[in-house]
């Protein structure tokens, strides 16, 4: 069987992913327009992972794109930079990989190596920088994290094997390394050099003075001063019998047993001067709060960044101040403690919540940012918005208004009602009273004297009730009744029946109708008499129409009921 291979040129593989990495690039939107928003989005999960048993050292950071949907990869890289001292300019770089560019929500591990010696690794977006003269990561705002490997002290990482002095990477220059132990290794000119047996003692002074005065001087450009001054003197006093061997030995080892006595001392001094790179503590202070009362007048109060350090040497920090509060002031955002001024009303008549934005730096270059909140006092604003103002808001919430607005009322004036009531209650009551009459005249001249005080005694009775009842309905007429009925919708106003003083009304008039037709019956029985100087009327005629007319005067008081409303409100 052929195996058919196809073979893609390198520079069209190149180009294709150059396509894709543009079209992508093309249609999504900036994650930001500086490097500090793009930094904002990468996390370093786990920070720097060494690891020692890989040849050469390996090095692994995870990252991972945090950024929202949508928004374009953004370019991060690793690098690893030899040490040969603790000046910065003097790094070199080892190994590098920064042509990875992470999506949205993607996630990827990189991986270079770094030497036995110090080192310094730096995790970064954008490209990668080739040495440290002028410029660096944490200049430029891309610096994402950073470590220093085979170091008495460890920056970042728990994962670096303690190492208790530094063990710095060397320079194409030869330089002495002295050397003390209790071997000695002595290298003569090539002379005939007999054997000893040792019979003789070896005294050997080995005296060191190492100094090492590390001055941790936090600058972008650390000094190293290295002094080595050794100091060997060797002699050496051989006296020694023994059976000498003729040996043409280059090289004559003395070891503790020698027959010679050697006194060598070896003084070496060294001092170095090693400045390290440590950000600034920054605290802006605060909560801001004390003495600023709601007013839409400028206050004033002092920030305060007396808790920040430069944790250098020199201790010097440089503050540079700003606000997100409108329409406020600094009066110097160079000093530590300047004066902020501001309006502590809000726009929305709330009090002012903002922030006072700090960032201090240090002669090392290396600089921190931090804030504090701002926040003024409650605010007492009137409906209208004037400051601690009287206006108030009515129960429909207009201000100063006269709570009537939201009520949703409908008025009747029952005034024309009530005098219909009125007086058609005082007609029924006189209809009884003339009926009484009817009936008194009657009785006189067709009944005995026992039966008319009877009949005297329930006209009385009659009339009496009639007058109770006329006061009833006109009472019931014009207070069961207010003179102009309002009835609202609003829930704050309560309903009031209007169907009782109805009840009542009504109730009284078909009684006062009821007692003139009862009158009138007894009328009916009794027999027609003429009276004198009066028209030729038949009484009992003339009560059959009084009856009639009490009866009318019954439904004109029921019709004119249904003019006024069953219900009211009352809105106090």
């Not at 990869?73 to 040490?83: D, M, N, R």
């Not at 190293?224 to 003197?233: G, H, I, K, S």
Request: aromatic residues 4%; hydrophobic residues 35%.
């Amino acid at each position: 069987m052929i195996k058919k291979f196809l073979l893609y040129p390198a520079f069209l593989l190149i180009s294709m992913q150059s396509l894709a990495l543009a079209q992508s690039l093309s249609s999504c939107t900036p994650a930001g327009s500086t490097n500090n928003q793009l930094k904002s989005f990468i996390s370093n999960i786990g920070g720097f992972v060494l690891d020692y048993s890989a040849h050469p050292n390996q090095v692994k950071a995870t990252v991972k794109n945090n950024a929202p949907t949508g928004t374009c990869p953004i370019q991060v890289g690793i690098a690893s930079y030899l040490k040969y001292n603790e000046v910065l300019a003097d790094q070199v770089l080892s190994d590098y990989k920064d042509n990875v560019y992470l999506s949205p929500g993607q996630q990827v591990t990189l991986s270079i190596t770094f030497p036995d010696c110090a080192s310094q690794l730096d995790l970064f977006i954008g490209t990668h920088l080739p040495n440290f003269v002028g410029v660096m990561y944490s200049s430029q705002n891309r610096l994402i994290a950073a470590m220093h490997t085979n170091l008495s002290s460890n920056y970042n990482s728990p994962n670096v094997p303690p190492n208790p002095l530094p063990v710095l990477c060397l320079k194409n220059t030869p330089t002495p390394t002295p050397t003390a132990t209790a071997t000695c290794t002595i290298e003569p000119t090539n002379t005939r050099t007999p054997t000893i047996t040792p019979t003789a003692t070896f005294t050997a002074t080995n005296t060191a003075t190492n100094t090492a005065t590390p001055r941790a001087t936090a600058t972008q450009t650390p000094t190293a001063t290295a002094t080595q001054t050794p100091t060997a003197t060797a002699t050496q006093t051989a006296t020694a019998t023994a059976t000498a061997t003729n040996t043409n030995s280059p090289t004559v080892t003395a070891t503790a047993t020698a027959s010679a006595t050697p006194t060598i001392t070896v003084t070496p001094t060294i001092t170095a001067t090693i400045a390290q790179s440590i950000d600034p503590t920054c605290d802006a202070g605060g909560p801001y709060t004390a003495g600023l009362i709601c007013s839409n007048e400028p206050i004033s109060t002092k920030l305060s960044a007396n808790k920040s350090k430069a944790n250098t040497e020199d201790g010097v920090v440089n503050y540079s101040w700003s606000t997100t509060c409108s329409n406020a002031q600094i009066d110097n955002t160079s000093s530590s403690t300047p004066t902020l001024s501001l309006v502590t009303l809000g726009t929305n008549g709330q009090p002012v919540s903002c922030k006072a934005k700090l960032t201090v730096s240090n002669s090392a270059e290396r600089s921190a940012s931090c804030e504090a909140e701002i926040a003024g006092n409650v605010c007492t604003l009137d409906c209208s918005g004037k400051l601690n103002g009287s206006a108030n808001a009515d129960r429909c919430g207009v201000c100063n208004g006269d709570g009537q607005s939201c009520l949703g009322c409908t008025s009747v004036n029952i005034k024309d009602s009530q005098f219909i009531l009125d007086t058609s209650a005082a007609a029924l009551r006189n209809i009884i009273f003339s009926l009484n009459r009817i009936y008194d005249v009657l009785s006189k001249n067709t009944v005995n004297k026992k039966a008319l005080a009877k009949v005297k005694k329930e006209i009385t009775r009659d009339n009496d009730q009639a007058q109770a009842s006329y006061k009833r309905l006109w009472t019931t007429a014009y207070t069961g009744f207010p003179s102009v009925v309002v009835n609202c919708s609003a829930i704050f106003c309560a309903t009031i029946s209007n169907i009782n003083s109805k009840s009542i009304v009504t109730s009284e008039a078909m009684s006062s109708r009821m007692s003139a037709e009862k009158i009138e019956l007894k009328i009916r029985k009794l027999p027609e008499i003429k009276i004198s100087n009066k028209k030729s009327v038949s009484q009992k005629a003339r009560a059959r129409m009084l009856v009639s007319t009490a009866r009318s005067l019954e439904k004109k008081t029921t019709a004119e009921l249904t003019k006024i409303p069953s219900t009211s409100s009352s809105c106090s």
